[in-house]
């Protein structure tokens, strides 16, 4: 049986990839971004995850304004990356997993989560970003990913406790696939920043790290955080965080954290990174 | 549990400084988000490098809404119903960063900008509610 084994969370802040992208990477400004990586990179060599289901959100690069999913699953077979405006980033096509995600997606169905199914996609630095972060630039990545776009951009995106049970279905959906699969569960995005407006550049390093203490242990509290205090407390973008939630969903009941990153600034935004496994008791 | 639409769409007006993309702003700014998500392609942007007024004559987008994109006032564009990540594609094609575009938003130069954001970002100490000064 297909089991998840372990949650990662992590920002997507584009100025990353093009960091990694022009091998600016021992750049002063960039070591201290990269440094708290190291860990995870070396981690995930010897647990080689089969599968990542990747929770993400897409900027305005696959999904324009003509249709907006609250939660897309990607069914498909590859997703090549998206252009940007500037060229596709040069890293290998995303390798998709259609019968763990069909799966996913039908099961989800099921339990009355109304997905949205995306056969054909591109996938920008939302996701790509994440990957390049916890295995460098090999040839090609050494997993496969379901893609799980979520609407955190025209409001209201789907509220925290939303998330948080979207996770708890997808840990029911993943239980019952028969093939034996180690599968990963990653929330990207945030952690604080704020790309707009005069409060622009807006940065809460205390309250980040009372979200990533949230994320350890047993305790639900952060499923019940208002987009409200996302907003007056981590900037306009922060609301990103919610995607984490949808990873910490999926560990069960109890998680123990393994490492932990926190780095301002990349950008505009505060980097936020934590590798999760779950305490099982089912 | 349900939210109340109205106390949680009027909450985000006391938040100083910030735009909240609703479905309002979607709505007043659906035309000039999809004019800017034109920009993604290259022989769009060609075109609009080459004559951005002859390009906006293109899209159904209101006079204030391409004045402003002329003008480059993003804070101007927010209120006419501009999101962000589709604006973007406008400062993107004129080759500037994100840090670049989001600090002339901020009336900071981009070199105060670049250093509060490298001594730690801006303070959200008086910036999360209007009404409650906090």
């Given at each position: 049986m297909a089991r998840i084994t372990a949650g990662v969370g992590t920002s997507h802040v584009p100025a990353i990839g093009a960091a990694i992208d022009l091998k600016k990477?021992?750049?002063?400004?960039?070591?201290?971004?990269?440094?708290?990586?190291?860990?995870?990179?070396?981690?995930?060599?010897?647990?080689?995850p089969d599968v990542v289901v990747l929770v993400y959100n897409d900027h305005a690069s696959a999904f324009d304004m003509k249709i907006i999913p609250t939660f897309a699953i990607g069914c498909g077979e590859r997703f090549a990356p998206a252009d940007e405006g500037w060229g596709p980033r040069p890293v290998p096509d995303v390798i998709g997993h259609p019968d763990l995600a069909w799966h996913i997606a039908q099961s989800l169905i099921l339990d009355?989560?109304?997905?949205?199914?995306?056969?054909?996609?591109t996938v920008d630095h939302g996701l790509t970003v994440p990957l390049s972060l916890m295995f460098g630039e090999p040839d090609a990545w050494p997993v496969k990913v379901v893609p799980l776009a979520v609407n955190v951009v025209t409001y209201p995106p789907p509220t925290g406790n939303r998330c948080w049970a979207l996770g708890e279905a997808i840990r029911r959906a993943v239980k019952s696939f028969p093939e034996d699969l180690n599968v990963q569960v990653w929330g990207t995005g945030g952690m604080s920043h704020q790309l707009q407006g005069p409060r622009a550049g807006l940065i809460n390093a205390e309250w980040d790290n009372m979200f990533l203490d949230g994320l350890i242990g047993e305790s639900d509290a952060l499923r019940h955080i208002p987009h409200i205090e996302y907003l007056r407390?981590?900037?306009?973008?922060?609301?990103?965080?919610?995607?984490?939630?949808?990873?910490?969903?999926?560990?069960?009941?109890?998680?123990?954290?393994?490492?932990?990153?926190?780095?301002?600034?990349?950008?505009?935004?505060?980097v936020g990174h934590i590798v999760l496994e779950p305490i099982t008791g089912d | 549990?349900?939210?109340?639409?109205?106390?949680?769409?009027?909450?985000?007006?006391?938040?100083?400084?910030?735009?909240?993309?609703?479905?309002?702003?979607?709505?007043?700014?659906?035309?000039?988000?999809?004019?800017?998500?034109?920009?993604?392609?290259?022989?769009?942007?060609?075109?609009?490098?080459?004559?951005?007024?002859?390009?906006?004559?293109?899209?159904?987008?209101?006079?204030?809404?391409k004045q402003a994109v002329l003008d480059r006032d993003y804070n101007r564009l927010l209120d006419l119903g501009g999101n962000i990540y589709f604006l973007a594609k406008i400062f993107s094609t004129d080759g500037?960063?994100?840090?670049?575009?989001?600090?002339?938003?901020?009336?900071?130069?981009?070199?105060?900008?670049?250093a509060m954001m490298l001594a730690g970002g801006r303070s959200p100490e008086g910036l999360r509610s209007k009404k409650e000064k906090r």
């Open positions: 990477t021992g750049e002063e400004y960039w070591k201290p971004v990269f440094a708290g990586y190291e860990w995870s990179k070396s981690w995930i060599g010897t647990e080689k009355e989560f109304d997905m949205t199914i995306i056969n054909e996609m407390e981590t900037g306009s973008e922060g609301i990103e965080m919610v995607m984490w939630l949808i990873m910490r969903g999926a560990l069960g009941p109890a998680t123990r954290c393994l490492h932990r990153h926190y780095h301002v600034p990349a950008s505009n935004t505060a | 549990m349900t939210t109340d639409i109205h106390q949680y769409l009027a909450s985000f007006d006391d938040i100083p400084g910030t735009r909240v993309y609703t479905a309002a702003r979607a709505r007043q700014g659906y035309q000039l988000n999809q004019f800017a998500m034109s920009l993604m392609k290259p022989e769009n942007r060609a075109r609009w490098k080459a004559d951005e007024r002859a390009y906006l004559a293109d899209w159904p987008m209101t006079d204030e809404q500037l960063s994100f840090v670049q575009a989001v600090s002339t938003m901020t009336g900071m130069s981009v070199e105060d900008y670049q």
